[in-house]
């Protein structure tokens, strides 16, 4: 999703009745100010779609649970978002919630509009987020994909694990693996950068 930056200020109560009153708009929350988030194109959608379904199959009978960005992720009391993909391993956060408590994985598939935001501040947001352990880019002008680990020295910020075409991506945080190529299927997104 593309996040507008232009906020406004509410009260958390005030935020939360306007997520259950708009039924087509969903906004994050960071601090008391809302951000208005709007659609991304057919390739940003097919390859989230891509992604959910390839971590679901991959994870088989693990308790851990795949969400996409139609539930928002709790970061801390004062910070809600809505990551393209969310996993979590807490049984807490099944059945009829309305968010991810407790966040394992965040995915965020990137465009011209988000990229320096999901590099930069939202990141900085998900890395102190005490559950999160993985934070994972998906460029959508060519096929690659950027995976950040939490280790016990603190984030791996400059020394992601970076995968193109022909890679098996790792996800350690839940345990899975799976070829890159899956997340790219039916987009036309080119392999490489110079293609």
């Avoid at 391993?89 to 991810?100: I, Y």
């Avoid at 999901?118 to 994972?136: D, H, M, Q, S, W």
């Avoid at 020394?159 to 098996?168: C, L, N, Q, S």
Wanted: net charge negative; aromatic share 10%.
């Amino acid at each position: 999703m593309v996040a507008q930056r232009e906020p406004w200020y509410l009260t958390i109560d005030e935020w939360r009745e306007l997520e259950r009153s708009s039924h087509d708009a969903k906004h994050e929350y960071i601090d008391g100010q809302v951000y208005l988030m709007s659609g991304g194109n057919a390739n940003h959608a097919r390859i989230a779609s891509n992604t959910l379904r390839a971590i679901e199959d991959a994870l088989g009978d693990s308790p851990c649970n795949v969400y996409n960005s139609d539930l928002s992720v709790r970061l801390s009391e004062t910070r809600y978002t809505y990551p393209d993909v969310s996993v979590t391993c807490d049984e807490g956060d099944q059945g009829d919630r309305d968010m991810v408590q407790s966040p394992r994985l965040i995915i965020e598939v990137l465009s011209e509009s988000t990229e320096a935001y999901n590099r930069g501040k939202k990141f900085a947001l998900y890395r102190e987020c005490p559950t999160i352990e993985e934070y994972v880019l998906i460029a959508t002008d060519h096929q690659a994909v950027e995976v950040f680990q939490r280790t016990s020295d603190g984030w791996m910020v400059y020394h992601a694990h970076i995968y193109g075409p022909g890679d098996i991506i790792e996800l350690a945080s839940i345990g899975v693996q799976f070829p890159l190529a899956t997340l790219y299927m039916r987009t036309t997104v080119r392999e490489r950068l110079e293609d």
